[in-house]
C-alpha cells in the first residue's frame, strides 16, 4: 500500500481521503481547519503540520481545494518545492484550464508527473467512494493515478493531455446547468398551460426533450425519482458551485474565442440565483426563482 499525501479535506476530500485510508493507503492529511484534520484522524488519516511534511516522502500526492489560487500556492509553496521526484501528482479540485495547464508545466520542469483528475458527483458519492474522475495528462500518469483513483470513484476517464480533465468537467457542467434551467422553465411554462406535472413528465422523459436534469434530477417536487427537490431543495449540488462552473466555462469560452449564448444565459440565470439568496440550495432550486411565485426572503 503506499505513502499518500491528502491536501484540503472539506466537504469533498474529507470523504475521498478516509476512503483512501479505508483502503489500506498511508494516508499523511493536510488542511488549514483544525476541525478537518480532527475529522480525518477519525477517518484513520495521520494529520500532519504543514502540507509540506504531507508531501514529503508520498509516493502519490493528491489536492482537493477550492479553486485554482489555492492550487497554484500550495503546489508552488510546498508540493513542487518538496515531492519526491517519482510521486504522481494529482488535483481533484475543479479549477481553470490555464491554471491547470500552468501548474502542470511547472511541475513537468521541475521533472515531476501531474494530472488533473476533477470529479463529477457530489458530497455524497465523496463519501461512498462513487465519484467520476475526468483525468488530464500523459498515459503514463494515468496510468500511475487510475489505481489511487478507483479507490475514491466508480469510474476513472482519461480525457486526454493535461488540462483535458478540467475541460471536460467545465463543458460537461455548462451543458448541465443550461439544461436544467431549460426544464425549470419548461415545467413552470407546462404548468402555466394547464398541464398536470407528472404526466408532463412521463411525455417529455419519453420524447425528444428527455435530459438527464428532467429524468434523473427533475426539479419539481413529488415528479420523477427522489431528486434534492423532494427534500426542500436541500443537500446535492450547490448553486454557487454551479455557478463557480459556469463562470469557469465562460471564461473558457472567452478565453478560446468559443461562442456559447446558453452558457452565457445559464450563468446569468445562477448568478442573479445566488444574489436573491439562492446559493445554498440545490441547483435545481433555480425552478424557484423562474417560477415566480418564489419569495426569494423565504429561502426555501
Ligand atoms: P470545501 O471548501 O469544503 O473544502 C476545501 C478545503 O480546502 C477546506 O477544508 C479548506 O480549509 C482547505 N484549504 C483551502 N486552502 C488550503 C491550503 N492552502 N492548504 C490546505 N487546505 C486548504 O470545498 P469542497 O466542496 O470540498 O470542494 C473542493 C473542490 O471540489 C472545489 O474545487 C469544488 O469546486 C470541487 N467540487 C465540489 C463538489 C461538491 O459538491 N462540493 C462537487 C464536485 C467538485
Known amino acids: 500500500m503506499a505513502k499518500i499525501a491528502f491536501i484540503g479535506l472539506g466537504n ?30 477519525e477517518h484513520g488519516c495521520t494529520p500532519v503540520a504543514d502540507a509540506a511534511a504531507a508531501v514529503t516522502g508520498a509516493e502519490a500526492i493528491v489536492t482537493m481545494l477550492p479553486a485554482g489560487k489555492h492550487v497554484a500556492s500550495v503546489y508552488a509553496d ?33 521533472g515531476l508527473n501531474m494530472v488533473d483528475a476533477p470529479v463529477s458527483g457530489g458530497i455524497a458519492a465523496a463519501d461512498a467512494g462513487t465519484l467520476t474522475f475526468m483525468v488530464g495528462g500523459s498515459e503514463d500518469g494515468f496510468a500511475r493515478a487510475q489505481p489511487i483513483l478507483d479507490k475514491m470513484g466508480k469510474a476513472v476517464i482519461h480525457a486526454g493531455d493535461a488540462g483535458a480533465g478540467q475541460a471536460a468537467k467545465i463543458c460537461n457542467n455548462m451543458l448541465l446547468g443550461a439544461t436544467m434551467a431549460a426544464t425549470a422553465e419548461t415545467f413552470a411554462l407546462a404548468e402555466k398551460l ?14 425528444s426533450g428527455q435530459s438527464w436534469s428532467m429524468t434523473s434530477y427533475c426539479p419539481v417536487p413529488g415528479v420523477g425519482p427522489e431528486t434534492p427537490a423532494d427534500r426542500g431543495y436541500q443537500g446535492g449540488f450547490a448553486s ?25 444565459e445559464a450563468e446569468e440565470l445562477y448568478q442573479r440565483f445566488v444574489d436573491r439568496g439562492g446559493a445554498g440550495l440545490d441547483f435545481s432550486a433555480i425552478i424557484k426563482m423562474i417560477d415566480d411565485s418564489w419569495d426569494p426572503d423565504k429561502k426555501g
Open 194 to 207: 394547464g398541464l398536470d406535472l407528472q404526466t408532463f413528465y412521463d411525455i417529455s422523459s419519453k420524447a
Open 240 to 264: 454557487a458551485l454551479m455557478l463557480k462552473d459556469l463562470k469557469l466555462a465562460m471564461d473558457a469560452a472567452k478565453a478560446s474565442g468559443a461562442y456559447t449564448p446558453m452558457g452565457g
Open 78 to 110: 510546498s508540493v513542487i518545492p518538496n515531492a519526491d521526484k517519482s510521486a504522481i501528482l494529482i488535483d481533484c479540485s475543479t479549477i481553470d484550464v490555464d491554471t491547470a495547464r500552468s501548474v502542470e508545466k511547472q511541475a513537468a520542469d521541475a
Open 12 to 41: 469533498m476530500g474529507g470523504g475521498m481521503a478516509a476512503n483512501l485510508a479505508k483502503a489500506g493507503h498511508e494516508v499523511m492529511a493536510f488542511d488549514l481547519s483544525q476541525d478537518a484534520l480532527d475529522r480525518a484522524r
